[in-house]
T-cell receptor, first 114, second 115 residues
Framework: EPEVTQTPSHQVTQMGQEVILRCVPISNHLYFYWYRQILGQKVEFLVSFYNNEISEKSEIFDDQFSVERPDGSNFTLKIRSTKLEDSAMYFC????????????FGQGTRLTVV | AQTVTQSQPEMSVQEAETVTLSCTYDTSESDYYLFWYKQPPSRQMILVIRQEAYKQQNATENRFSVNFQKAAKSFSLKISDSQLGDAAMYFCAYIKTSGTYKYIFGTGTRLKVLA
């Protein structure tokens, strides 16, 4: 069964460093998302991406964040200068359609900023 | 703004028994979708069941069923014949049918299944 894969599973980084979280969505999907889950809290929407551009972003997704689909298969989330409060589980998701099809989630990348 | 509320942070159920997880939401939209996602300890979220708001019939998927009360903005999940593998975090989620690509999640309910 096709699945969304994310790498790495765990990333530890120094505060102020740049990190790139990688995702390979399901191949025929057209919509891509990043969500994050701070430990013990709810899953929060960060950004959605369609047709090689950001469709929607939350207030969390400030200038420190960017997304890219560099080669038609990978979908990356970059955090330019990490802060302690960026420590969270980051989930990538993709969907074939917009609403009437489910979003498939990856297994997540746990980001720890020290 | 749309919100999703899960008022039960944790629930327990005996194996083979039935449990109901609660979810309420707030929206001014008339057309939307509601979901229950399961997040096992491996952390990958899996879709359990989906309900279209325009459908009056409650969705069912094997041992999982929902009680969708549109007027009350309530969307509870019933798990029948609970199994040990049902132990997980369960998230209720909402998305409106137009103008957004954003799923809104509740805070989750941790379900423990007791042998």
């Amino acid at each position: 069964e096709p699945e969304v894969t994310q790498t790495p599973s765990h990333q530890v980084t120094q505060m102020g460093q740049e990190v790139i979280l990688r995702c390979v969505p399901i191949s025929n999907h057209l919509y891509f998302y990043w969500y994050r889950q701070i430990l013990g809290q709810k899953v929060e929407f960060l950004v959605s991406f369609y047709n090689n551009e950001i469709s929607e972003k939350s207030e969390i997704f400030d200038d420190q964040f960017s997304v890219e689909r560099p080669d038609g298969s990978n979908f990356t989330l970059k955090i330019r200068s990490t802060k302690l409060e960026d420590s969270a589980m980051y989930f990538c998701a993709s969907s074939e359609g917009l609403v009437n099809t489910e979003a498939f989630f990856g297994q997540g990348t746990r980001l720890t900023v020290v | 703004a749309q919100t999703v509320t899960q008022s039960q942070p944790e629930m327990s159920v005996q194996e083979a028994e039935t449990v109901t997880l609660s979810c309420t939401y707030d929206t001014s939209e008339s057309d939307y979708y509601l979901f229950w996602y399961k997040q096992p300890p491996s952390r990958q979220m899996i879709l359990v069941i989906r309900q279209e708001a325009y459908k009056q019939q409650n969705a069912t998927e094997n041992r999982f069923s929902v009680n969708f009360q549109k007027a009350a903005k309530s969307f509870s999940l019933k798990i029948s014949d609970s199994q040990l593998g049902d132990a997980a975090m369960y998230f209720c989620a909402y998305i409106k049918t137009s103008g957004t690509y954003k799923y809104i999640f509740g805070t989750g309910t941790r379900l423990k299944v007791l042998a």
